[in-house]
Every structure is written in structure tokens, then in C-alpha cells.
């Protein structure tokens, strides 16, 4: 025999609210609802609507306004809600109607008595939800990144790995892999600390996700390394994508009081047929490392000589960390004279590789690969030290107090945030006067890192150091630069030099060097002087200075120390 | 020539073609509606061996003005009768109609976002008097409950849903549905209809119920698991005294189950739902949409004469809920069950028996995997059921 309607109501009720699936309260009261022919179910509590299904916007409202007396009838649009209200412990209430068919008395009381196991229901029900939701959130942060709420590198490895997996469906879109590195990160959180680092971190996250389509991905790798995997109908697709990137992070970003001027390099890999997550992320990160190479601020795109290249890259790397730890770096002078009289005024210090098998090496065989790495500030501060310590000892020798030294810097080392402060140390313990030593950098890093250098500069002139722009006439120097930084030399390319006599167009740039110099008081060096007719030109246009074979070739500080001191250095300063 | 009913408040016509080619198809419906004011809204039910690529693109093409939705079928229904792989257009105009059209995929957010996203064009529409939403879903593509749930969270209790689950001529691999030129699979596509004049639901089924009520003691999802504490399958076998052969051959158990479903109690009717297969290893049967827990279950039957009855119930239902009001045409939503109950001669009663209920005014439909029909309550997703939305 078929039971009653209402028992009945009171079986599928209740078991709607017993699932073990809650995926959520609103699944709950639609079968609530279905069980017992309502319109209307809903869950209030204290004033606020915890869910409800069938209720427009403003019948929510009248709702809860009326839920405090549990009225049996309200008027809302379509007819008489016939209401039906539970108690669910506190003050939270479930609500059933049913539009113009009024509730029996026994489906009434029947409700109102299993309102307490729907409360335990509705707890468990609350429980479980809690714990999935613990359960997820478990999951995101094992695979996002808690700064910027990315995907990390396992989600990233994860989806990608997905995609190719879909690959043969997509032929038509090519999958590409952006490796996306912020350019001199480590400068800024060395010099305005890792709260401005991080702040960096979450705008680029922020620029790549506007970039992107919705469909891509976009993902933190480590520290600056930030990735975005997107298909497009073409290859220019995803260039187009990381031209757009590059221009949006070059634009300046106001952080910790200071305008930071920043920028990104990117490389970009297409995936072929048989490439695995982990080598599209690699051949990017390689593209990436020659955008960089070109100049920073730009992208590259990744060709199979980028692997050859890369490991002979770490090979030289490798070789050269050993190098240093070996102390096969050493430091060779070169002397600079004066140009009109030929006396000696002082030293450039030059850094050689005494390779155990390959020989001496000169820097354009490592100093890129050491720019790239972290050495070139261990390499530029060994050099500084081994030429201000031999050359103090030499100034305290009679009539060379007047002996000046200088020595290159890069790009890199020059914006470390506690350059000042080691090279302080080393002017301490040399005992060197810091007036009589300059320190070399390209006309290029001075400019392209006027906004991130300004400090450290700062903190160079207040040691006293002054610089020597090299290469100078390469670049695209302001002159407003060259007078706000303690300029003191301004040297000539060898370039110009070497054609003096032959291209007149070098003649008048060697000219308005030596012009430019005279008119800001600083001094102008010529590179590279090797015959007497580009000495009798340079001293005909006014040049004080010369460097080149003419005047001597670089040389070890002992052979140097032999060659121009060796008579006056009493045997007990000797090193 | 100008269309004569171009001036008439509302207004139905239909066009139907059995041409293979589909094209050729497309234009045999479109010149049987000839002449034709430019429609509110063109449904297109087809069946899936039709290009819906190509049949969109030409037919909004044709009729740039009008919302354009459809589905693939299990079969069609025209104003001739019951079809085969053929292709039947439904055109509504008039100026007392309105019509807004929406879309939702299932494949990130399941079917309860699908249709609630295809219903929030209600949010759009400009209301007249009545409204109702139809929609259609992909037959295949889970817990249908699921799609009226997600159009009854925009639509609430004042707009009636109407509508059904495309098929695909009971291959059961991948039905279409169609919005304007896009054509979408595992989604949902509704058209809000508003008019001056009554629209009406009817839904009427035929089955009885052979068996006492059974407690439905364990299901999840569509897979119904036990009544009374028993392996579905095996009570559903027993019940049935099924042979051997039947119980072991999927064809052979789905064929009979086409006619006879699981019925649901619901307080003034039964509903039904429709069993798509079993799980020999677990012995529970697979239903197109949930039979909920708790809930009384019956295992029923239905004969040629009470479904076919149910199909002149469900037609004067819609009809009577127009306040008096003729019909100018009727879109019908046939479950492709009742077909294989009452047979291709059955199938032409069928139509004629609307047909003659509703005066013989234009209408069209589809066989479908599953019918819609929500006018009370909450719930309104049924199997085994003709349901009939009518115009006035």
C-alpha cells in the first residue's frame, strides 16, 4: 500500500538533506523543493538569506522581512506564497512554499518535527563542505604561488603537460611557452628591499594577466621568472603577445618613494611534436638568456643553436667560478702618459684569465659569460684591489705620488647595492689616495642605468672616486650626465683613434672629444695609440692623454713593477 | 506576395522537409512557409545526419532578422506527421511576441551553469503579459535535472520553462544544438518568449504504474542504485520476469525499457524517468536524470491506447491554459520512447489526434531524450512525456 503523501515528504526531505555529495546547500533545497511540489525553498538566518531557489531579488527581501513571525501566507508576485517554516536551531529558518497551494496540517507538523535532524544534516552538511574547502585550499597553495596567486611551477608543468597531451586536436594553434625574467631584479631588492621586490613581483603578475587571453596561462616560476603559455592561430601570435608584454613593463612604476625604471627579456618557444613540458620551459629560458644577451627589454625566440651555445655557456661559467676560487684571475696594467711630454701619469688595470691550458686570456674570450653570472663582481673587486694595492705603493715612492689608477666596473657590479661599501673597504686597506682612482665604465651602462645607479654614483663621489666614461662617443651620453656625475676622464674609442690620418669623419669625432673634455675640465684619453702620427695628431688637437702599444702593453703588476719602478722600490715593499 | 498573417498579433507556420541533402532540405521547409514576414523566432529541429554547420549558416543567412535556435532530433514532427531524418522548421511572429535568445556550455561550469547562463536572457527581454523559456539541451550530456535547476535560478517561479534534450536518432554518441550560426554540443540554448497573449503548457505521459511503491534507498547522480534495499537492476529483472537474453544484451534491455520507465511519486502525479542502460557488475540502472533518494519509485508500463491518450491530454491541457483564447500553432516535445511504444502507425494517430484537438493549426516538434515542462513547482524535467507548449 501506497504510504501517505506526507510521510512521503518526510522520507525524500530528509534525504535531501542526508546526501553525502554537498557539493552545495542550493543542490539541497532544489530537491527539497522537488520533493514536495514548492516553488520556493530557502535557508534564512538572523535577517540575511543564506540560499535560497525561486525568489527574485526583491521577494528575498520581503522574505526575511517577514521570516521573524513565519507567516503561513505572503504576497509575492504570481499569487500567495503558502509557507511552511522550520526551525533550524538559532535563529536560522528553513522556508518551503508553495504558490497558491496551501500546506496540510500534517505536512506542517511533519516538517516542523524533522527540523531538528535537518540541522544536523545541515551541520554535517557544513562540515563536510568545510573540509573540502580545507581540502582545496590545501591543493592552491601546493600550487600557487602565495605572492601573486599564480600557478606555480608544478601547476604550470602540470598544464602544460596537459595541453600537449590535447595537441593533436589543436594542429592549428601552435602552443607557445614564454619565459619572462624582470631585468636587474636582484638590484632592486638589494637597494630598495624585498617588500619594493615583491611589490615589482605582483605588477609584472598583474601586466601578464591584462596581456593574456583568457584562455592562456599565466604562471610564477621562482624569484623574477615568471612564465605564459598561450596558443595562437600563428607563430606572430605569441611575439605580438610578448612585444606587448615588454612595452607594458618598461613603463615606470612608482615604489618606495623612487620612480623604478624597469623592464623584462622574454624568449618564446613553440612546442614540436615531441617536446616534453620540461624542455619547452628550458629552450625558453634559453631564448630568454639571449634577449637579454641583445640588450635586455626585448624577447627572443628560440633556435636549436641556443642549446649548443647555453651549454657551452655553463661550461665557461663553471670553468671560470673555478678560475676565481684558483685564483688563475690576474691583473695586468697598462701605463697612460701624457701625450705632450710622454711622462707616465698612471695605470688602466685589465683583467686576464691565466688559463692552465688555453694561456692568457683576454676578457672577450669570459666577461660575458661572467656579466651573466654573479662572478663579474667578484672578478671586477679582485682586479680593483690587486691595482689600488700596488699602485699606493708605488705613489709612496719619490716623485710618483701623482700616479693615478683606473679600473672597469660593469653594468652589473655597478649596481650592487653594497658596491660603495667594498670598494670603501678596499680604499682602506690599500691606503690609496681615492682622489688619484677612476673607475671605468661604458658610456652604454651609464645610460641605460642612470635611474638604478644614481645612488651607488652618489656614494662614489662622497668616497671621492671619480669616473671614466669608456668607449665614450659609442653611446648616446647626455651631457647633462656627464655633468651631474663626477666625471674626470673621457676616453676615446679606439676606434676613432685607429683611423686618424684615414677617415676624416674620426678626425673631427677625436676633436670634439677633446673639446667636450676641455669644456667640462675633465681629461680626455685616447685608446689604442700605436704609431707617432695618431700621437702627433692627438697631441695637435689637444688630447692630454694616450693608452696604447706606443706607450706599453698590458702587463702582470710584478713585470709592470720590474719595468717602470724596479730601480727606485726598496727590496722589502716588494711583493 | 505579402504575407498575409504579416499584420496578425501572433502567428505560427511550419515547414518541413525529408531531402538527405541539406541544403536542398532548408530550402523545401523555407518555400512551404512561403510567403513569410520575417519571424521573432525560427526553431529548426533536424536530424543529426544534416551538416547543422551549414544549415545555420544558410538559414540565418536567409532570415537575418530573426533569433535562430534549434537542436539535432530523434526524429521530427510537422504538421503531416511524424518524420525520419528530416528537418522541420517552427516560425513565430507577430507583433504581441517578443523574443530574446541565449546559450551556455557545460564544459567548465556543468549543465546548471549551461542553462542558467542560456537563461539570462530573460534578463534581457522586453516583457509582455505571459512569458516562457524554452530550452534545449544536449540529451547526453548528464543529469538533465540539472538544466531546469540552472534556467529555474534565473527564471524563478513566475516563467514557465519549456522545452527538451536534442537527440541523435538514438546513436547515442553526440547530439547538436544550435544558436544563431553557432552550433554547440554539451550545452544549452533557450529562447525567451514574451506575447500580449496567453502562451500554454501542457504535459501528459500515459504510464501507469505496474508495481507497489518502492523506497528509493540509494542513488547518485543518474545512476539509480537500490529500491527497498535491493539492487535496482535485479528488482527491476525480477520484477519484469526479464529472459536471460534481454538481461544480457544492452540493445535488447534498452529496448525494453523504453517502454517501461521508472515513475516518480510526486504529490499530485507521477513522473517519469527514462532507463538508458544498467551496470551488469554493480546491477544498477542508468537513468537520463536523477530518481531522487527518499523518494517512492514504481516500475511501470504503458499501452498504445493510454499513451496515445496522453498526447490529446497534453495538447487540450496547453490549449485550456489559454483562458479561452484559439491557438495559432503548438510546438511539441515528443519523448522518442512513446515512438517505439505505439510504432510508425501509432506515431501518424499520434499527430493526427493533436492535430485534431487543436483544430488543425500549424505545429511542429521533435522526438527528444528528455521533455521540460515546469508551469508549478520547481522541478519539471520528464521522460516518456509529450509536452505541448501552445500559442494564443
Given at each position: 500500500m501506497e504510504p501517505s503523501w506526507s510521510l512521503h515528504l518526510l522520507s525524500e526531505v530528509l534525504s535531501a538533506f542526508s546526501t553525502d555529495d554537498p557539493d552545495n546547500l542550493r543542490d539541497v533545497?532544489?530537491?527539497?523543493?522537488?520533493?514536495?511540489?514548492?516553488?520556493?525553498?530557502?535557508?534564512?538566518?538572523?535577517?540575511?538569506?543564506?540560499?535560497?531557489?525561486?525568489?527574485?531579488?526583491?521577494?528575498?527581501?520581503?522574505?526575511?522581512?517577514?521570516?521573524?513571525?513565519?507567516?503561513?501566507?505572503?504576497?509575492?508576485?504570481?499569487?500567495?506564497?503558502?509557507?511552511?517554516?522550520?526551525?533550524?536551531?538559532?535563529?536560522?529558518?528553513?522556508?518551503?512554499?508553495?504558490?497558491?497551494?496551501?500546506?496540510?496540517?500534517?505536512?506542517?507538523?511533519?516538517?516542523?518535527?524533522?527540523?531538528?535532524?535537518?540541522?544536523?544534516?545541515?551541520?554535517?552538511?557544513?562540515?563536510?563542505?568545510?573540509?573540502?574547502?580545507?581540502?582545496?585550499?590545501?591543493?592552491?597553495?601546493?600550487?600557487?604561488?602565495?605572492?601573486?596567486?599564480?600557478?606555480?611551477?608544478?601547476?604550470?608543468?602540470?598544464?602544460?603537460?596537459?595541453?600537449?597531451?590535447?595537441?593533436?586536436?589543436?594542429?592549428?594553434?601552435?602552443?607557445?611557452?614564454?619565459?619572462?625574467?624582470?631585468?636587474?631584479?636582484?638590484?632592486?631588492?638589494?637597494?630598495?628591499?624585498?617588500?619594493?621586490?615583491?611589490?615589482?613581483?605582483?605588477?609584472?603578475?598583474?601586466?601578464l594577466q591584462t596581456a593574456v587571453r583568457r584562455d592562456d596561462l599565466v604562471g610564477r616560476l621562482s624569484g623574477d621568472e615568471f612564465i605564459v603559455i598561450t596558443r595562437s592561430s600563428s607563430r606572430d601570435g605569441a611575439r605580438d603577445l610578448a612585444q606587448r608584454i615588454v612595452k607594458a613593463v618598461r613603463k615606470p612604476l612608482r615604489l618606495a618613494g623612487t620612480e623604478l625604471s624597469h623592464s623584462a627579456s622574454i624568449g618564446i618557444c613553440f612546442a614540436g611534436q615531441t617536446d616534453t613540458a620540461s624542455t619547452l620551459i628550458e629552450n625558453a629560458d634559453m631564448a630568454m638568456y639571449r634577449a637579454k644577451a641583445q640588450g635586455r627589454g626585448r624577447y627572443a625566440v628560440f633556435e636549436p643553436m641556443l642549446r649548443e651555445q647555453a651549454r657551452e655557456r655553463l661550461e665557461l661559467e663553471e670553468a671560470l667560478r673555478h678560475a676565481v676560487d684558483q685564483m688563475q684571475i690576474e691583473t695586468h696594467l697598462q701605463p697612460v702618459v701624457q701625450i705632450r711630454t710622454g711622462q707616465l701619469v698612471g695605470f688602466e688595470a685589465l683583467v686576464r684569465w691565466n688559463h692552465p691550458r688555453r694561456g692568457l686570456l683576454s676578457p672577450q674570450h669570459f666577461i660575458s659569460a661572467a656579466e651573466e653570472s654573479d662572478l663579474i663582481e667578484e672578478i671586477d673587486l679582485a682586479v680593483f684591489s690587486a691595482a689600488t694595492a700596488a699602485v699606493a705603493r708605488w705613489q709612496r715612492l719619490p716623485g710618483w705620488d701623482h700616479l693615478r689608477i683606473s679600473s672597469n666596473v660593469s653594468a652589473r657590479t655597478l649596481s650592487s647595492a653594497d658596491l660603495v661599501k667594498r670598494l670603501q673597504s678596499r680604499l682602506m686597506s690599500s691606503g690609496i689616495n681615492a682622489a688619484q682612482v677612476y673607475l671605468e665604465i661604458t658610456?652604454?651602462?651609464?645610460?641605460?642605468?642612470?635611474?638604478?645607479?644614481?645612488?651607488?654614483?652618489?656614494?662614489?663621489?662622497?668616497?671621492?672616486?671619480?669616473?671614466?666614461?669608456?668607449?665614450?662617443?659609442?653611446?648616446?651620453?647626455?651631457?647633462?650626465?656627464?655633468?651631474?656625475?663626477?666625471?674626470?676622464?673621457?676616453?676615446?674609442?679606439?676606434?676613432?683613434?685607429?683611423?686618424?690620418?684615414?677617415?676624416?669623419?674620426?678626425?673631427?669625432?677625436?676633436?670634439?672629444i677633446v673639446s667636450l673634455a676641455r669644456a667640462l675640465g675633465v681629461q680626455a684619453v685616447a685608446e689604442g695609440v700605436e704609431t707617432a702620427d695618431q700621437e702627433k695628431r692627438l697631441r695637435k688637437m689637444g688630447c692630454e692623454c694616450g693608452q696604447g702599444y706606443r706607450y706599453g702593453r698590458p702587463l702582470p703588476i710584478a713585470t709592470v713593477e720590474r719595468q717602470w719602478f724596479g730601480a727606485a722600490i726598496p727590496v722589502q715593499t716588494r711583493s | 506576395m505579402a504575407d498575409p498573417l504579416a499584420n496578425q498579433p501572433t502567428w505560427v507556420k511550419v515547414g518541413s522537409s525529408t531531402e538527405r541533402d541539406t541544403l536542398s532540405a532548408l530550402e523545401e521547409a523555407l518555400r512551404a512557409m512561403q510567403p513569410l514576414h520575417?519571424?521573432?523566432?525560427?526553431?529548426?529541429?533536424?536530424?543529426?545526419?544534416?551538416?547543422?554547420?551549414?544549415?545555420?549558416?544558410?538559414?540565418?543567412?536567409?532570415?537575418?532578422?530573426?533569433?535562430?535556435?534549434?537542436?539535432?532530433?530523434?526524429?521530427?514532427?510537422?504538421?503531416?506527421?511524424?518524420?525520419?531524418?528530416?528537418?522541420?522548421?517552427?516560425?513565430?511572429?507577430?507583433?504581441?511576441?517578443?523574443?530574446?535568445?541565449?546559450?551556455?556550455?557545460?564544459?567548465?561550469?556543468?549543465?546548471?551553469?549551461?542553462?542558467?547562463?542560456?537563461?539570462?536572457?530573460?534578463?534581457?527581454?522586453?516583457?509582455?503579459?505571459?512569458?516562457?523559456?524554452?530550452?534545449?539541451?544536449?540529451?547526453?550530456?548528464?543529469?538533465?535535472?540539472?538544466?531546469?535547476?540552472?534556467?529555474?535560478?534565473?527564471?524563478?517561479?513566475?516563467?514557465?520553462?519549456?522545452?527538451?534534450?536534442?537527440?541523435?536518432?538514438?546513436a547515442m554518441r553526440r547530439t547538436r544544438q544550435l544558436h544563431g550560426t553557432r552550433v554547440l554540443s554539451n550545452a544549452v540554448v533557450a529562447a525567451a518568449i514574451s506575447s500580449d497573449h496567453p502562451l500554454g503548457v501542457g504535459v501528459s505521459h500515459g504510464w501507469t504504474p505496474l508495481s507497489a511503491p518502492m523506497l528509493v534507498t540509494d542513488s547518485r547522480g543518474t545512476r539509480l542504485e537500490r529500491l527497498d534495499d535491493q539492487p535496482a537492476l535485479d528488482v527491476y529483472c525480477h520484477f519484469f520476469d526479464l529472459d536471460e537474453a534481454v538481461r544480457h544484451d544492452a540493445t535488447a534491455?534498452?529496448?525494453?525499457?523504453?517502454?517501461?520507465?521508472?515513475?516518480?511519486?510526486?504529490?499530485?502525479?507521477?513522473?517519469?524517468?527514462?532507463?538508458?542502460?544498467?551496470?551488469?557488475?554493480?546491477?544498477?540502472?542508468?537513468?537520463?536524470?536523477?530518481?531522487?533518494?527518499?523518494?517512492?519509485?514504481?516500475?511501470?508500463?504503458?499501452?498504445?491506447?493510454?499513451?496515445?491518450?496522453?498526447?490529446?491530454?497534453?495538447?487540450?491541457?496547453?490549449?485550456?491554459?489559454?483562458?479561452?483564447?484559439?491557438?495559432?500553432?503548438?510546438?511539441?516535445?515528443?519523448?522518442?520512447?512513446?515512438?517505439?511504444?505505439?510504432?510508425?502507425?501509432?506515431?501518424?494517430?499520434?499527430?493526427?489526434?493533436?492535430?485534431?484537438?487543436?483544430?488543425?493549426?500549424?505545429?511542429?516538434?521533435?522526438?527528444?531524450?528528455?521533455?521540460?515542462?515546469?508551469?508549478?513547482?520547481?522541478?519539471?524535467?520528464?521522460?516518456?512525456?509529450?509536452?505541448?507548449?501552445?500559442?494564443?
Amino acid at each position: 500500500m501506497e504510504p501517505s503523501w506526507s510521510l512521503h515528504l518526510l522520507s525524500e526531505v530528509l534525504s535531501a538533506f542526508s546526501t553525502d555529495d554537498p557539493d552545495n546547500l542550493r543542490d539541497v533545497l532544489n530537491r527539497v523543493a522537488e520533493s514536495v511540489d514548492a516553488e520556493v525553498c530557502a535557508v534564512t538566518n538572523a535577517g540575511h538569506m543564506e540560499c535560497s531557489i525561486g525568489l527574485a531579488e526583491e521577494e528575498r527581501s520581503r522574505v526575511l522581512e517577514l521570516a521573524p513571525s513565519r507567516p503561513h501566507t505572503m504576497g509575492i508576485s504570481g499569487g500567495t506564497l503558502c509557507s511552511c517554516w522550520a526551525p533550524l536551531g538559532g535563529e536560522r529558518q528553513l522556508l518551503i512554499g508553495r504558490i497558491d497551494v496551501p500546506f496540510e496540517l500534517e505536512e506542517r507538523s511533519l516538517l516542523r518535527a524533522m527540523a531538528r535532524s535537518i540541522e544536523l544534516s545541515l551541520r554535517m552538511l557544513e562540515a563536510i563542505t568545510a573540509e573540502r574547502q580545507a581540502r582545496r585550499d590545501a591543493s592552491h597553495q601546493a600550487r600557487h604561488d602565495p605572492l601573486t596567486g599564480l600557478p606555480n611551477r608544478v601547476l604550470v608543468l602540470e598544464t602544460l603537460n596537459r595541453w600537449l597531451q590535447r595537441r593533436p586536436g589543436l594542429m592549428d594553434k601552435p602552443i607557445a611557452v614564454l619565459f619572462i625574467d624582470v631585468d636587474r631584479f636582484k638590484w632592486v631588492n638589494d637597494a630598495h628591499g624585498h617588500a619594493a621586490g615583491d611589490a615589482l613581483l605582483v605588477h609584472v603578475s598583474r601586466i601578464l594577466q591584462t596581456a593574456v587571453r583568457r584562455d592562456d596561462l599565466v604562471g610564477r616560476l621562482s624569484g623574477d621568472e615568471f612564465i605564459v603559455i598561450t596558443r595562437s592561430s600563428s607563430r606572430d601570435g605569441a611575439r605580438d603577445l610578448a612585444q606587448r608584454i615588454v612595452k607594458a613593463v618598461r613603463k615606470p612604476l612608482r615604489l618606495a618613494g623612487t620612480e623604478l625604471s624597469h623592464s623584462a627579456s622574454i624568449g618564446i618557444c613553440f612546442a614540436g611534436q615531441t617536446d616534453t613540458a620540461s624542455t619547452l620551459i628550458e629552450n625558453a629560458d634559453m631564448a630568454m638568456y639571449r634577449a637579454k644577451a641583445q640588450g635586455r627589454g626585448r624577447y627572443a625566440v628560440f633556435e636549436p643553436m641556443l642549446r649548443e651555445q647555453a651549454r657551452e655557456r655553463l661550461e665557461l661559467e663553471e670553468a671560470l667560478r673555478h678560475a676565481v676560487d684558483q685564483m688563475q684571475i690576474e691583473t695586468h696594467l697598462q701605463p697612460v702618459v701624457q701625450i705632450r711630454t710622454g711622462q707616465l701619469v698612471g695605470f688602466e688595470a685589465l683583467v686576464r684569465w691565466n688559463h692552465p691550458r688555453r694561456g692568457l686570456l683576454s676578457p672577450q674570450h669570459f666577461i660575458s659569460a661572467a656579466e651573466e653570472s654573479d662572478l663579474i663582481e667578484e672578478i671586477d673587486l679582485a682586479v680593483f684591489s690587486a691595482a689600488t694595492a700596488a699602485v699606493a705603493r708605488w705613489q709612496r715612492l719619490p716623485g710618483w705620488d701623482h700616479l693615478r689608477i683606473s679600473s672597469n666596473v660593469s653594468a652589473r657590479t655597478l649596481s650592487s647595492a653594497d658596491l660603495v661599501k667594498r670598494l670603501q673597504s678596499r680604499l682602506m686597506s690599500s691606503g690609496i689616495n681615492a682622489a688619484q682612482v677612476y673607475l671605468e665604465i661604458t658610456e652604454t651602462s651609464l645610460v641605460d642605468d642612470i635611474q638604478a645607479t644614481g645612488d651607488t654614483i652618489k656614494g662614489l663621489q662622497d668616497l671621492g672616486l671619480k669616473l671614466a666614461i669608456d668607449d665614450f662617443g659609442t653611446g648616446y651620453s647626455s651631457l647633462l650626465y656627464l655633468k651631474r656625475f663626477p666625471v674626470g676622464l673621457l676616453k676615446i674609442d679606439q676606434s676613432f683613434v685607429a683611423d686618424l690620418g684615414r677617415d676624416p669623419d674620426d678626425e673631427t669625432i677625436a676633436r670634439a672629444i677633446v673639446s667636450l673634455a676641455r669644456a667640462l675640465g675633465v681629461q680626455a684619453v685616447a685608446e689604442g695609440v700605436e704609431t707617432a702620427d695618431q700621437e702627433k695628431r692627438l697631441r695637435k688637437m689637444g688630447c692630454e692623454c694616450g693608452q696604447g702599444y706606443r706607450y706599453g702593453r698590458p702587463l702582470p703588476i710584478a713585470t709592470v713593477e720590474r719595468q717602470w719602478f724596479g730601480a727606485a722600490i726598496p727590496v722589502q715593499t716588494r711583493s | 506576395m505579402a504575407d498575409p498573417l504579416a499584420n496578425q498579433p501572433t502567428w505560427v507556420k511550419v515547414g518541413s522537409s525529408t531531402e538527405r541533402d541539406t541544403l536542398s532540405a532548408l530550402e523545401e521547409a523555407l518555400r512551404a512557409m512561403q510567403p513569410l514576414h520575417p519571424p521573432k523566432l525560427l526553431v529548426v529541429f533536424a536530424s543529426p545526419l544534416h551538416d547543422f554547420g551549414r544549415l545555420a549558416e544558410h538559414l540565418q543567412a536567409a532570415m537575418p532578422e530573426s533569433t535562430v535556435i534549434g537542436c539535432s532530433s530523434a526524429g521530427e514532427i510537422a504538421g503531416s506527421g511524424a518524420l525520419r531524418q528530416g528537418l522541420v522548421l517552427w516560425a513565430l511572429g507577430g507583433s504581441a511576441i517578443t523574443v530574446c535568445s541565449g546559450w551556455g556550455e557545460a564544459d567548465q561550469q556543468g549543465l546548471r551553469g549551461a542553462a542558467a547562463d542560456a537563461a539570462a536572457c530573460l534578463n534581457q527581454i522586453e516583457r509582455r503579459r505571459h512569458t516562457v523559456l524554452l530550452l534545449l539541451s544536449d540529451g547526453l550530456a548528464g543529469n538533465q535535472m540539472d538544466v531546469v535547476r540552472g534556467a529555474y535560478d534565473i527564471a524563478h517561479h513566475d516563467v514557465p520553462l519549456v522545452g527538451g534534450c536534442a537527440g541523435d536518432d538514438l546513436a547515442m554518441r553526440r547530439t547538436r544544438q544550435l544558436h544563431g550560426t553557432r552550433v554547440l554540443s554539451n550545452a544549452v540554448v533557450a529562447a525567451a518568449i514574451s506575447s500580449d497573449h496567453p502562451l500554454g503548457v501542457g504535459v501528459s505521459h500515459g504510464w501507469t504504474p505496474l508495481s507497489a511503491p518502492m523506497l528509493v534507498t540509494d542513488s547518485r547522480g543518474t545512476r539509480l542504485e537500490r529500491l527497498d534495499d535491493q539492487p535496482a537492476l535485479d528488482v527491476y529483472c525480477h520484477f519484469f520476469d526479464l529472459d536471460e537474453a534481454v538481461r544480457h544484451d544492452a540493445t535488447a534491455f534498452a529496448t525494453f525499457a523504453e517502454t517501461h520507465p521508472i515513475g516518480i511519486r510526486r504529490r499530485d502525479r507521477i513522473e517519469m524517468r527514462h532507463i538508458t542502460g544498467r551496470d551488469l557488475e554493480n546491477r544498477t540502472l542508468l537513468m537520463v536524470a536523477e530518481v531522487p533518494q527518499g523518494g517512492l519509485a514504481f516500475l511501470t508500463q504503458g499501452d498504445v491506447g493510454s499513451v496515445l491518450a496522453a498526447a490529446a491530454t497534453s495538447t487540450e491541457e496547453a490549449i485550456n491554459a489559454l483562458g479561452g483564447r484559439e491557438p495559432v500553432g503548438l510546438l511539441l516535445f515528443d519523448c522518442v520512447s512513446r515512438r517505439s511504444v505505439f510504432g510508425e502507425e501509432g506515431a501518424q494517430d499520434e499527430t493526427e489526434r493533436i492535430s485534431a484537438c487543436s483544430g488543425g493549426v500549424p505545429m511542429a516538434g521533435f522526438y527528444t531524450y528528455g521533455e521540460i515542462a515546469r508551469t508549478s513547482g520547481s522541478g519539471g524535467f520528464h521522460n516518456q512525456t509529450l509536452v505541448t507548449l501552445a500559442i494564443g
